[in-house]
């Protein structure tokens, strides 16, 4: 081993760098100088064994002419040693200015992200304050228009001003534009949409359509029509609620009448009193006349001319009621029909006006008489038999004005008759006598109900002092819903035997009694009829 060159003595076996065994097997040992094993780069042998990471894959390298320059350094090994410290102490010293570099880099970054958060704030807060990007309209709304111009003037805006309808109090703003709040350019014009109350415009003779626009316009939002007969033309507006003028809110409602040709309304089968008020109600002028029909349509309207639904063309409207006059004997009709009427039905009965006068406070007397002398007469009194129906003295008294009292029926019973053998009949009473039968076929005839009291010669009721000889009758007394009536007959003594020689029926309002003394006749309305009748 003396033998040994002198390179070898600087090297060492690479089994020992890794900490195997050197002496396991010598052909298979390599051997790596100091230098390299104790630094890799340098070879200083500053470095520990463990620091050697680079050893396999630089030795497995490395072929023998490299470690036979290793072993046997010249001088160009020891300048690449130099150019690497020089190199190292290079990227070391660029380190060190990268390093300070950033540092100065981070610290300018941060100062200018300062500088532009308080730009921005400091922008913020100018711009909130108006220093620049325009004025904010202000809000205005609600203000007068002069409160509300002085607002604009003084941020530097000009202003113009319109003024519209409005449910706003007068004079106020409604309205902005540009709309508030909106930054504009100082100098800019803004206009103010004033509002005024809203009035009614002036729609009378205006059509229904043109009225509508008119008032929508003016902002009416609750419009009403309703139709009213006139002569005018159709569909023409005759009057408007409120009137033309009137302040108003859009919510109010505004009625507006519209005229209507008048056409002939449906009153048939109503009472002829409530179907001349349905008629004035619409406006339709109208009389009434009366036509015969069936008992059921008594005072009830039958037809009209013109009928339902036909234009009335200008011309007033007849209704035509059934007739309420049937039958003579009927004394209760008499007070639903018309005088006019009254003379027009007797006469188609075939009764003859005999009486007509004037009575002291415009009171009316009128008397007709028919076959057999039966009479109608019309008197304020019909109970008295003062007044004879066959006196002279006839004006026209019976007119439309005239007004019923009281109805008095006259039925003589011919001296032919009067207790005649066999059956005879009188003015459709059948065998008349001084009796209750006899009242009983006058109160059928006469449409009458039951009576309520009765008397006769033996048990009537007089004044004191009163001569009760020489009388034969029969009284009887009843009521309907609104009058009162009397049936008297009237008898003789003709060779022993009672007959009767007339009937007498009278019908009144039950007022009529309310301002007679009753009490000297035992307060009973027969006996008074009785006495006022035989014994006066």
Not at 147 to 174: I, L, R
Request: aromatic share 6%; charged share 25%.
């Amino acid at each position: 081993m003396s033998d040994q060159p002198e390179a070898e003595k600087n090297l060492i076996p690479i089994d020992t760098i890794d900490g195997k065994d050197a002496a396991s097997d010598e052909q298979s040992q390599a051997f790596v100088p100091k230098a390299l094993a104790d630094d890799p780069v340098s070879g200083d042998g500053s470095a520990s064994r463990e620091g050697v990471e680079v050893d396999s894959w630089r030795l497995r390298t490395l072929d023998s002419d490299r470690l036979r320059s290793v072993s046997e350094p010249d001088g160009s090994d020891r300048r690449s040693r130099n150019t690497r410290r020089v190199h190292d102490a290079s990227r070391r010293a660029r380190t060190k200015r990268g390093r300070t570099i950033r540092r100065r880099t981070r610290v300018i970054v941060a100062l200018l992200l300062v500088a532009v958060v308080i730009g921005v704030a400091y922008a913020g807060i100018t711009y909130a304050y108006e220093k620049w990007g325009g004025k904010k309209v202000p809000y205005v709304v609600g203000l007068s228009q002069a409160n509300a111009t002085v607002a604009m003037e003084e941020k530097g805006f000009k202003v113009t001003t319109e003024t519209v309808a409005s449910d706003a109090v007068d004079g106020h703003v409604v309205q902005v534009e540009p709309p508030e709040g909106n930054r504009v350019e100082e100098g800019s014009t803004i206009h103010l949409t004033v509002g005024k109350n809203r009035t009614i415009p002036e729609v009378v003779g205006k059509t229904r359509e043109e009225a509508r626009s008119a008032l929508e316009a003016a902002g009416a939002q609750n419009i009403r029509f309703e139709s009213r007969v006139s002569e005018d033309a159709q569909d023409r507006v005759l009057e408007i609620k409120p009137a033309a003028g009137a302040l108003f809110l859009s919510s109010d409602e505004v009625t507006v009448y519209v005229s209507q040709l008048p056409h002939m309304i449906d009153v048939v089968g109503e009472e002829e009193a409530i179907a001349l008020q349905h008629l004035e109600k619409e406006g339709i002028a109208a009389h009434s006349a009366f036509e015969q029909a069936d008992a059921s349509k008594r005072l009830k309207v039958v037809r009209t001319d013109p009928a339902a639904g036909e234009e009335l063309g200008g011309k007033e409207a007849t209704v035509f009621v059934g007739d309420p006059l049937s039958e003579v004997a009927h004394l209760n009709d008499y007070f639903d029909a018309k005088a006019p009427h009254i003379v027009e039905f007797l006469n188609s009965k075939g009764f003859e006006q005999r009486v007509g006068r004037e009575l002291d406070g415009g009171r009316l007397a009128a008397g007709f008489v028919g076959d057999q002398n039966v009479a109608i007469g019309f008197l304020p009194d019909p109970w008295a038999h003062a007044f004879a129906l066959d006196q002279g003295g006839l004006s026209d008294v019976m007119t439309e004005a005239a007004k019923i009292e009281g109805v008095r029926l006259v039925i003589p019973i011919p001296k032919a008759q009067q207790g005649a053998k066999g059956d005879t009949t009188v003015f459709g009473i059948k065998n008349p006598s001084v009796t209750e039968t006899t009242a009983r076929d006058v109160m059928k005839l006469c449409g009458f109900e039951s009576s309520i009291d009765s008397c006769t010669q033996s048990d009537i009721k007089l004044p004191k002092g009163t001569n009760n000889t020489g009388h034969t009758f029969y009284c009887c007394y009843g009521e309907t819903s609104n009058n009162a009536w009397t049936i008297l007959i009237k008898g003789t003594s003709n060779g022993g035997k009672v007959v009767a020689t007339e009937i007498d029926v009278s019908c009144v309002p039950k007022a009529a009694y309310r301002s007679i003394d009753l009490e000297p006749f035992g307060n009973a309305i027969c006996d008074f009829v009785a006495y006022v009748d035989e014994y006066q």
